[in-house]
């Protein structure tokens, strides 16, 4: 089970801000989900069979980057070039 | 009071395209922002893909620690909020790294070899880059260039084995030059390393400090933490576990109080990429001639002292060249490379990469020839240097020679000097004659002066002595 205080807890560490309600809202949901995972668990001889894909690589080869103005296009703010963002150190 | 200090250093892997994607890692002198694509941008839907040639340096990095490979190794992703990560996240490896287990020899303090034990090596992504204008601390927002996101770093950690500053330092340079021997890293880029470092002194609570980006930085920052610490201590104050930023500048560390009290990170496998197994291509690869092998090399070869051995072997560049000029003389070679070009280099921040070696084995070999005194091609190399400095065409040391009539002194010219100077000072030979031998060194340094040093001086003292005692002035 989860609480209201692991529910702020997450939503902290997501950068969101939730209200009372939503508080409430979600820590309803995110149990009921948990219990489907419960049920889901102790279901005999579903173990997860075990992918054998591995090593996918790229050659280590250049390709285009995008062009600058697109790259910042989805930014909401720019100066020079860069994206301007609040102040962090 | 002991103090104990591990370190965890970020390289900048010298790939042609970033970790996950196929922007170009050439971006140091370009616009900011162009070195970017939606899978180093973050955009929603863009999947990564791993560089082989990245996988690669660092298992021959582990192969040359000395490490044990994980028969399967993964990526996970860290997830924190910073404008630097435009994810969201980063790609880094977790609990399943590339390699575990490894050593570095360095030196300690009373000159003793000693084993540094390597904890892991990992790969993940370098964050981008923020610019504060105007100085970092009155900068009102964060620019932020995403042409560094993605670039590969391998991150390599320490066990806390190293007990002061200055080992803690020449752990560094030696990890640099092996990885410099292994061609997987070019320490000269700016920004290529990065260290975090935990620092305790015994029986007390150990601090970690971020933020450096230096060789000598890390000594710096360890040392200002080693005398906080013991005053604090002294006065009875407890050592407070935190995290603390060194301010390179000012060569001091500040307490970065709160700014990360959300320690976590939520770790968990990147569902986008698949694991690796590759302890199999260890076996496979050849690893070049280590410093330390070359330098056994050197001795044995060249004849050379270990010091300069050591010195010609510290920096691979510096070894390639010092072999491309022995032929002239490996003596001579390992003085000149060794006890003056690197200074020279070095006074003028310049790397060894500009110089052309041919034109200092011709330097050598007016040396050996007795054309120059050392006086002389210690002039002749400055103006080469500044030469290369400067980007201009490079002279041959002949031509430079000849330019500033800097061959040795000879014949008529000679004599006629030392006539001049003799006639000039009849003070000073008087002085010689009645027994004062000290008149004659202030003699010949004023020949010396004349020739602007193109004289060797023991042979002008021989000149001059002869010239007073046969004749008549």
């Given at each position: 089970?989860?609480?209201?205080t ?5 939503a902290?560490l997501?950068?969101i801000?939730?209200t009372?309600?939503?508080l409430?809202?979600?820590?309803s949901?995110f149990n009921?989900?948990l219990?489907?995972?419960?049920i889901?668990d ?5 173990e997860?069979p ?8 790229r050659?280590?080869?250049?390709r285009p980057?995008?062009?600058q ?11 020079d070039?860069?994206?301007?963002a609040p102040?962090?150190? | 009071?002991?103090?104990?200090v ?6 900048q892997?010298?790939?042609r ?5 196929g922007c170009s ?5 370009d ?5 970017v ?9 863009a999947l990564p893909?791993?560089?082989r040639t990245?996988?690669?340096?660092g298992l021959r990095?582990a ?13 996970a992703?860290k997830n924190y909020?910073y ?8 790609i880094?490896?977790?609990d399943?790294?590339?390699a575990?287990?490894g ?5 300690d303090?009373a000159g ?5 034990r390597?904890?892991?090596v990992?790969?993940e992504?370098?964050?981008?880059r923020?610019v ?6 009155r ?10 996101s993605?670039?590969?770093?391998l991150?390599?950690v320490t066990?806390?084995d190293?007990?002061?500053?200055q ?7 030696k990890?640099r030059?092996?990885?410099?021997y ?14 975090d470092?935990?620092i305790?002194?015994e ?9 450096i980006?230096s060789?000598?930085?890390?000594e ?10 013991k ?7 407890p050592?407070v ?6 301010q ?5 560390t ?11 990170y939520?770790?968990?496998p990147?569902?986008d990429l ?11 690869i050849?690893?070049p001639?280590?410093p ?13 002292s270990l010091i300069?051995?050591?010195t ?20 001579l070679?390992a ?8 200074g020279?280099l ?10 052309p070696p ?7 070999s007016l040396?050996k020839?007795?054309v120059?005194?050392?006086r002389?091609a210690v002039?002749?190399l400055r103006?080469?240097l ?6 201009e065409?490079?002279e ?6 000849e ?11 000679f004599t ?5 100077v ?7 030979v008087?002085?010689y ?6 008149a ?7 020949v010396?002066?004349e020739t602007?040093?193109r004289?060797?001086p023991r ?7 002869e010239?007073?005692e046969?004749?008549?002035?």
């Open positions: 089970m989860v609480s209201e692991d529910i702020e807890h997450i902290r997501a950068d801000g939730i009372p309600e939503e409430a809202e979600f820590t949901q009921a989900i219990e489907y995972f419960d889901l102790r279901v005999q001889g579903a997860t075990t992918p054998e894909l591995s090593n996918v690589f050659e280590d080869e250049v980057s995008l062009p103005e697109s790259v910042l296009k989805n930014a909401g703010s720019t100066e070039g860069y994206i301007k102040r962090v150190m | 009071m002991t103090v104990i591990g370190l965890e250093v970020h390289v892997l010298n790939t395209t970033k970790l996950f994607c890692t050439d971006y140091r002198d616009e900011p922002n162009t070195h694509c939606p899978v180093c941008l973050g955009l929603p839907g893909r791993i560089n990245a996988v690669e340096y990095v192969k040359a620690l000395d490490m044990d490979v994980l028969e399967e190794s993964e990526f992703r909020f404008p630097d990560l435009p994810k969201g996240f980063q880094t490896q977790y399943r790294p590339l575990i287990n050593t570095i020899e360095i030196e303090d003793r070899e000693k084993e540094v390597i904890t892991r990992h790969l992504e370098d964050p981008g923020l504060h204008r105007g100085g970092g601390d900068a009102r927002y964060s620019l932020v260039d995403y042409n560094r993605g670039i590969p770093l991150e390599i066990e806390p190293l007990r002061s500053p080992e803690a330092r020449r752990f560094l340079v990890l030059s092996i990885l410099e292994l061609g997987v890293f070019d320490g000269e880029r700016e920004g290529a390393l990065r260290v470092a935990n305790s002194l029986g007390h609570d150990r601090v970690e400090v971020k933020n980006s060789y000598r930085g890390v710096k920052a360890l040392t200002f933490e080693v005398t906080r610490q005053n604090l201590i002294r006065r009875g104050v050592i576990r935190e995290t603390r930023h060194f390179e500048a000012r060569g001091i500040t307490s970065s109080r709160g700014k990360e009290e959300e320690h976590d939520r770790y968990f990147e569902p698949r694991p690796l197994r590759v302890a199999d291509w260890v076996a496979g050849e690893l001639e280590l330390a092998a070359r330098k056994n090399r050197f001795m044995e070869q060249y004849g050379i300069h051995a050591r010609l072997t510290g920096d691979v560049k510096v070894a390639d060249f010092y072999e491309k000029v022995a032929h002239v003389d490996p003596l070679a003085t000149w490379v060794a006890d003056t070009l690197l020279e070095n006074y003028r921040s310049m790397s060894i990469a500009k110089v041919d034109h200092f084995a011709d330097l050598l040396i020839q007795d120059v005194t050392d002389a002039q002749i103006v080469m500044d030469r290369c400095a400067a980007g065409a490079p041959s040391p002949e031509a430079i020679m330019r500033l009539n800097l061959g040795k002194a000879a014949g008529g010219e006629a000097i030392v006539r001049a003799i006639e000039a000072h009849p003070q000073a008087e002085d004659r009645s027994g004062k031998k000290g004659l060194n202030y003699l010949v340094g004023q010396m002066k602007r040093g004289a060797d042979e002008l003292g021989r000149i001059v002595t010239y007073i046969t004749s008549e002035v």
